[in-house]
């Protein structure tokens, strides 16, 4: 079983930054190497989408061409934790943004599907003014 836990959202003007945070705590030791994690994002009215994910070992990362460029997915082993830097932010990234951990799936092929991913966190959410 994995926990996640959220934090770093909040209300920041456009072409600002903010930094999220998923806190991973469970039955595993450290997180990377047991599981991948990924970002993803829910507007309302809208599907959950995939904003970025890093594979296990942390060598790989994957972004949504929406974000590429703006947004870096990073992770710390020894706090079990991963981060979600947003630089530059457009009104059309606010959003609830949910951390997630895939446990058991092929990551570079799930990576970006909500399906793959095993546990979820609550969300946190961001707003971005115009």
């Known amino acids: 079983q994995v926990q996640l836990v959220e934090s770093g959202g909040g209300l920041v003007q456009a072409g600002g930054s903010l930094r999220l945070s998923c806190a991973a705590s469970?039955?595993?030791?450290?997180?990377?190497?047991?599981?991948?994690l990924g970002w993803f994002r829910q507007a309302p009215g809208k599907e959950r989408e995939f904003v970025a994910a890093i594979s296990r070992s942390g060598g790989s990362t994957y972004y949504a061409d929406s974000v590429k460029g703006r947004f870096t997915i990073s992770g710390n082993n020894a706090k079990n934790t991963v981060y979600l830097q947003m630089n530059s932010m457009k009104p059309e990234d606010s959003a609830v943004y949910y951390c997630?951990?895939?446990?058991?799936?092929?990551?570079?092929?799930?990576?970006?599907?909500?399906?793959?991913?095993?546990?979820w966190g609550q969300g946190t959410q961001v707003t971005v003014s115009s």
């Open positions: 997630a951990a895939m446990q058991m799936g092929n990551f570079d092929s799930g990576y970006g599907a909500t399906s793959a991913y095993d546990y």
């Open positions: 469970g039955r595993f030791g450290r997180i990377f190497g047991s599981c991948a």
